[in-house]
């Protein structure tokens, strides 16, 4: 039954290696129907700031299915990630990046390299959730959520037991964000013990970016956040040989989009020199999703011959290894020459049926779970450019309804009391911690009054945060220093 899909032909290099690829598809034989869409650089400039008009998403929400080439988002002006608006707004919540090396065929010091890097794709900093508070300071937030991070690390290890893997690594920065990525180390220890048959273990993720670099080899299966996932990624693509042969799928329960992990590298666009096996490989793993696995692997090892062969594009052509150089449409006809041929050197490709869908996480279903939360508290930021005394002394006066000032910090280090400045760079936003007594708990009347206190008494705040307590546990952090 013929499968209908939305193909975005994207900008840059975009048109180019996907009218390659489409061209692979039909004569492999891909039982597809082609809907097209507009998105990106035209799109914004038509003074979309999504990058992306109303009818695009009618034909995204029939079809389901998005194969799409790399788009331009122009600098600054408001807009926004087209890809990050696609991700959430489809809810593609699981960004699967597999990265092997071609060795010898394609340049790389890590030959036996074979990796599957698994990103939430939804939250953390992509969330584009920003102020300016202050002259000086800018605050990006930080976004994490259980039941989002119980999901992809759920299907990080789905992913592992159904393709044959070994081993899941988590990486997080749990060291510094002891509550966030905390959060997601604990989680995915806790998931792990459900699945026995698989190594697991964690990496703080410097050095494991570190090792990904100089050790990709040790790596089976990672799962981490967005941001981290978003950089490992381009890593190990580069380290692999060239980030131009990585391929990319975005899963959600009702979706998926296909896509190269690169850039519309508008400076080669229109020069017939790209190289269009990202947007290949994305469409292989999109012919096994829509159920179509034969000939994915069809297009696979024609792909693996023409590769060992020394068929090549510019950007992975070496002398003495490589044949032939040739240029995007040419590549595309080396790789149909050599459909119903197998590789010699790299094992056939054969795929099963489409991954299982892994749903949604209920919420509550892990030990984060909890049962009574108790207000106790606010931290008030304020804009200050005085002394850090005068302004312990000033916020002091605000005290009401039972909470008192407890510290002041700057830039999450204790500032006020009992803190020596002279060697610290200051800002100018504090934070001034009011607490109720030990034991007690706060209203939000309290905290109303308080603010209504600092308006009165002049004080610029520009953001409050409550401070609760879970099951009796705090739900912030405490500054440096104290």
């Not at 994207?10 to 061209?23: F, K, Q, R, S, Y």
């Not at 988002?73 to 597999?98: E, H, W």
């Not at 049962?371 to 009401?400: F, M, P, R, S």
């Not at 953001?463 to 879970?470: C, M, V």
Request: hydrophobic share 40%; net charge negative; with cysteine.
């Amino acid at each position: 039954m013929t499968t209908p899909i939305t193909v975005a032909y994207g900008d840059g290099i975009g048109p180019e290696i996907m009218e390659a690829t489409l061209h692979v598809l039909k004569e492999a034989g891909a039982d597809i129907a082609v809907e097209t869409i507009e998105v990106g650089e035209r799109v914004y400039n038509m003074g979309a700031t999504s990058g992306i008009l109303p009818s695009a998403w009618e034909t995204l929400r029939r079809n389901k299915v998005l194969l799409k080439s790399p788009i331009t988002t122009p600098q600054g002006k408001g807009y926004k990630s087209l890809n990050v608006t696609m991700r959430k707004t489809l809810g593609l919540y699981a960004n699967i990046r597999p990265t092997q090396s071609y060795h010898p065929f394609v340049k790389t010091p890590h030959p036996k390299m074979n990796m599957v890097i698994v990103r939430e794709n939804e939250e953390d900093l992509y969330a584009g959730i920003e102020y300016r508070q202050s002259q000086d300071c800018f605050q990006s937030l930080k976004v994490i959520t259980c039941s989002g991070s119980e999901r992809i690390i759920r299907y990080a290890f789905e992913y592992a037991v159904q393709n044959g893997r070994k081993k899941v690594t988590c990486m997080s920065k749990d060291n510094i964000m002891k509550m966030a990525d905390g959060l997601f180390h604990r989680l995915f220890d806790e998931i792990g013990a459900e699945y026995p048959q698989l190594t697991k273990e964690h990496y703080i993720i410097d050095i494991g970016a570190a090792r990904i670099a100089a050790k990709p080899e040790i790596f089976d299966v990672i799962v981490t956040e967005n941001l981290y996932g978003d950089i490992i990624s381009d890593i190990a693509a580069e380290v692999s040989g060239s980030v131009g042969l990585a391929g990319s799928s975005n899963i959600g329960e009702d979706f998926a989009m296909f896509e190269a992990i690169h850039g519309s590298a508008p400076d080669i666009a229109g020069k017939n020199i790209a190289n269009p096996s990202g947007i290949l490989q994305s469409a292989v793993m999109m012919l096994v999703h829509i159920g179509q696995p034969e000939v994915a692997a069809r297009i696979q090892n024609a792909w693996l011959v023409a590769i060992e062969s020394g068929l090549h594009t510019p950007d992975i052509y070496r002398e003495g290894i490589s044949k032939e150089k040739l240029g995007t449409k040419e590549f595309a006809k080396a790789v149909i020459s050599c459909l119903g041929k197998t590789p010699s050197t790299f094992p056939a490709a054969v795929f099963g049926k489409a991954e299982k869908r892994i749903p949604a996480a209920p919420a509550c279903q892990t030990q984060e779970c909890v049962t009574k939360k108790e207000l106790i508290g606010v931290d008030v930021y304020i804009q200050w450019a005085g002394d850090v005394n005068a302004l312990g002394n000033k916020a002091k006066a605000l005290e009401t309804g039972g909470m008192t000032l407890e510290n002041l910090s700057n830039k999450g280090l204790k500032a006020w009391p009992d803190a020596d400045t002279s060697g610290m760079h200051l800002t100018d936003q504090y934070r001034c911690r009011f607490r109720a007594a030990k034991g007690k708990t706060a209203t939000h009347g309290d905290i109303a009054a308080l603010i209504a206190r600092a308006g009165e008494a002049g004080f610029d705040f520009t953001k409050t945060e409550n401070l609760y307590l879970f099951d009796g546990a705090p739900g912030f952090t405490l500054g440096q220093g104290e």
